[in-house]
């Protein structure tokens, strides 16, 4: 969890299309990266539930759309944050890495398995690297923008 899903996401994020691939026709539904933020968080919640871990792990059917999924998700995320303004960037990107502290924290702190396929220690693992993970995102997407600024 903590290694392979950020590393399709990643793997997402640095695909390049050739430049035969017009998408200019399909930008027209993604105003301001509006529809692929959408899309996105919707792959990233969807992956954040323990069922959907669980299945997975047990069927090589769901690990292949897990892949898919997340690989889809890299690439819509960097499409939504080239186009998007940084209001939209602070909703969305605020409420994914609050959403993945938070899931981390509760992994963490549960005295339950959630997921039946891992341990409780692995659990607990899991959700500290959530946690670790959700932390440093949000200090390299904040260092970045200030970077950006034009401090006058």
């Known amino acids: 969890m903590n290694i392979q899903m950020p590393l399709l996401i990643l793997s997402g994020v640095f695909i390049t299309f050739p430049e035969k691939f017009n998408f200019d026709k399909l930008s027209r539904l993604n105003l301001y990266g509006l529809t692929s933020f959408i899309l996105s968080q919707l792959i990233l919640a969807y992956w954040m539930l323990p069922i959907s871990i669980d299945r997975a ?9 897990k892949i898919i999924s997340l690989v889809l998700c890299g690439i819509l995320i960097r499409l939504s944050l080239s186009k998007s303004t940084l ?45 670790l993970i959700g932390a440093m995102l949000t200090l390299i997407w904040i260092s970045s923008k200030l970077k950006s600024q034009k401090w006058s």
């Open 57 to 65: 792990i047990i069927n090589w059917k769901y690990d292949i759309a």
């Open 87 to 131: 209001v939209m960037e602070i909703f969305f990107i605020g409420y994914f890495l609050s959403m993945m502290i938070w899931a981390g924290n509760f992994y963490f702190q549960s005295n339950e398995r959630l997921c039946n396929v891992y341990s409780q220690d692995s659990q607990q693992f899991a959700g500290a690297g959530l946690m």
